[in-house]
């Protein structure tokens, strides 16, 4: 995958991250604070988005750790 393909792919995994704790059709099995975790760290990587998923993993470690 090229870096700039990963890049987007990151970025759209953020999106759907958000469109699934605030979209149409939310996730029923997490609860608010952890709908707030997910919310909040898909906010962040949207804008601020990773240059590659290795780094997005971290950040996303980094958050629930």
Do not use: H
């Not at 997910?38 to 993993?57: G, Q, Y």
């Amino acid at each position: 995958m090229t870096p700039t393909l990963e890049a987007r792919c990151a970025r759209l995994l953020a999106a759907i991250l958000l469109a699934r704790v605030d979209g149409k059709s939310p996730v029923e099995y997490l609860q608010p604070p952890k709908q707030q975790i997910v919310r909040a760290f898909a906010v962040e990587a949207l804008l601020n988005p990773a240059p590659d998923f290795d780094t997005l993993l971290v950040q996303w470690r980094s958050r629930i750790l």
